[in-house]
């Protein structure tokens, strides 16, 4: 277990389109997590409960994102979702075996993702 990686937290909107679509895109800072690799074609969406889902992973070269397929409608639905709920996931594993992308309990360092996004979504300009 020790080979597996922590790196990276996204936040996740549920919206009517991406439900309509069952597809979820993830931001391109994905693809710098050392969990997920383009040859990957699943995740298991992991909720604070230990529940999981298996979706459906792919890449999409042209716009250079990961994005969730196959599954995300029926994770929403099943966790009770409403269009605006928030997720944090991090994303989990060794590049190797089936990645998971687990709820974030409420922890300091998801909380600080949060308030990020929703700063820069209220308007401010935000650089790295």
């Known amino acids: 277990m020790s080979s597996f990686s922590f790196d990276y937290c996204f936040l996740a909107e549920v919206t009517a389109s991406n439900l309509q679509e069952d597809k979820l895109y993830l931001p391109v800072g994905a693809t710098s997590s050392t969990a ?4 990957c ?7 604070k409960e230990g529940n999981s889902w298996n ?37 989990v594993g060794d590049g ?14 998801c909380s600080e993702i949060l308030s990020k996004y929703l700063s820069r979504k209220s308007g401010e300009s935000s650089h790295r």
């Open 36 to 39: 997920l690799n383009k040859q």
């Open 41 to 47: 074609q699943e995740t298991i969406l992991v909720n």
């Open 96 to 109: 190797k075996t089936t990645p998971l992308m687990c709820v974030c309990p409420e922890r300091k360092e």
């Open 55 to 91: 979706v459906s992973l792919r890449f999409t070269e042209s716009g250079g994102k990961y994005y969730i397929t196959r599954g995300w409608r029926k994770f929403c639905l099943d966790n009770n979702c409403e269009i605006g709920d928030l997720f944090v996931f991090n994303v």
